[in-house]
């Protein structure tokens, strides 16, 4: 059932991450997502049992999951450190994270050769996990994914501070409390490994619970806090093309009027190529920028402007200033009846 609900979680954190698809330069989180939730999924017992009797029913899928979940880890520590430093440095980084990557990797494929596993187990470790092979196994997966987990929980208190938007400071705790949890999760691992070889299975079992809770919590907290911005930046956007639909509709009188003797660039409002949160924005910058160039080639036009006008006009640049800062437009700076600052 842990499994279940662990799955469940990381696919709806997909799911949350696949609207920004085409926006996202880096999809190194949905690639992460994708990968963890597949992990989790190829262990789900049904699941597990019948893909291994496809693959002969030598639990290789135990050592597939493993694989996809290692390599999960990775893409999932690359997003949240790549979105915490963007100096070079950090393709060197990821080439060494690469390398390392690849040597977990060998060794699980190894050290799971040498387990003696007849048959297609559910509970892998607790049926072979007495093996030294089996415990090198599991050892060398965990404690790649808590030195991982670890540096970048580090990674997300450091820099929750320096995070522009209060829901990336929000998300980074959400993101350290769970890599705290993983940790959590995988000293209980290594725990059970050793109490295993020893022969202590009634402590094993105990220890197991801590194990439940804390894959369960590491989940929840992480899939809340990689799901947050993403969720957050589209109801921004949403609102804040709501508010520029407003604008477009009060500047219209005005953009008529200044712009009326320049038809041949004037905006084209019935044009619906651009994406549907962007477009308002776009049309009230387009219209702002048309106003700027008539005044510019006739100033006399500003005593067309009335007060409610100048007010329209300074609400639509404010709403637009980094915009219009980034494009290297001059910001409009009118007055009142004719007379235009420079």
């Given at each position: 059932m842990?499994q279940?609900?662990?799955?469940?979680?990381i696919?709806?954190?997909?799911?949350?991450?696949?609207?920004?698809l085409?926006?996202?330069?880096d999809?190194?989180?949905?690639?992460?997502?994708v990968?963890i939730a597949?992990?989790?999924?190829?262990?789900v017992d049904?699941?597990?049992?019948a893909?291994?009797?496809v693959l002969?029913?030598r639990?290789?899928?135990?050592l597939?999951?493993?694989?996809f979940m290692?390599?999960?880890?990775y893409?999932l520590?690359?997003a949240?450190?790549r979105?915490?430093?963007v100096r070079e440095?950090?393709g060197?980084?990821?080439?060494?994270?690469?390398?390392v990557?690849g040597?977990v990797?060998m060794a699980?494929?190894?050290?799971?050769?040498?387990?003696?596993?007849?048959?297609?187990?559910?509970a892998f470790m607790?049926?072979?996990?007495?093996q030294?092979?089996?415990?090198?196994y599991?050892?060398v997966?965990?404690?790649?994914?808590?030195v991982?987990v670890?540096?970048?929980?580090?990674?997300?208190f450091?820099?929750?501070s320096?995070?522009?938007?209060?829901?990336?400071?929000?998300?980074f705790?959400?993101i350290g409390?769970?890599c705290?949890l993983a940790?959590?999760?995988v000293?209980?691992?290594l725990?059970m490994?050793v109490?295993h070889?020893?022969?202590?299975?009634?402590?094993m079992?105990r220890l197991s619970?801590?194990y439940d809770?804390?894959?369960?919590?590491a989940?929840v907290?992480?899939c809340?806090g990689?799901?947050?911005?993403?969720v957050?930046?589209?109801l921004e956007r949403?609102?804040?093309a709501?508010?520029a639909?407003?604008l477009v509709?009060r500047?219209?009188g005005?953009w008529?009027?200044?712009?009326s003797?320049?038809?041949e660039?004037?905006?084209?409002?019935?044009?619906?190529?651009?994406?549907r949160?962007?477009?308002?924005?776009?049309r009230?910058h387009?219209?702002?920028?048309?106003i700027?160039?008539a005044?510019?080639?006739d100033?006399h036009l500003?005593?067309?402007?009335s007060?409610?006008?100048?007010?329209?006009l300074?609400e639509?640049?404010?709403?637009?200033?980094a915009r219009l800062a980034a494009s290297?437009?001059?910001p409009l700076r009118l007055?009142r009846k004719?007379d235009?600052t420079p």
């Open positions: 842990i279940e609900i662990s799955a469940v979680v696919w709806c954190l997909a799911l949350c991450l696949l609207p920004d085409k926006r996202r330069k999809k190194s989180i949905l690639v992460a997502a990968t597949t992990a989790l999924t190829l262990n049904r699941i597990y049992i893909g291994d009797q002969g029913n639990n290789l899928l135990d597939l999951a493993n694989i290692v390599v999960g880890i893409f520590s690359r949240i450190l979105a915490t430093d440095t950090v060197i980084h990821n080439r060494a994270g690469q390398s990557l040597i990797i699980l494929i190894v050290s799971f050769s040498l387990v003696d596993a007849p048959g297609t187990s559910t607790r049926d072979f996990g007495g030294w092979p089996a415990a090198v599991s050892s997966q965990f404690l790649y994914i808590g991982v670890a540096i970048t929980g580090f990674t997300c450091r820099f929750r320096e995070m522009a938007r209060p829901y990336f400071r929000v998300a705790v959400f409390v769970g705290a940790v959590v999760l000293l209980a691992v725990g490994d109490l070889l020893m022969g202590q299975l009634d402590a079992t619970y801590v809770a804390a894959l369960v919590g989940m907290f992480l809340v990689l799901a947050l911005p993403p957050a930046r589209r949403r609102s804040d709501r508010a639909a407003l509709e500047l219209f005005v008529d009027r200044i712009t003797e320049r038809s660039i004037r905006l084209d409002l019935t044009q619906t190529a651009m994406d949160h962007d477009a308002p924005k776009r009230l387009r219209m702002l920028v048309e700027q160039d005044l510019f080639v100033p500003a005593q067309f402007l007060q409610n006008d100048l007010v329209v300074r639509a640049e404010q709403h637009l200033g290297g437009h001059r007055s004719g235009t």
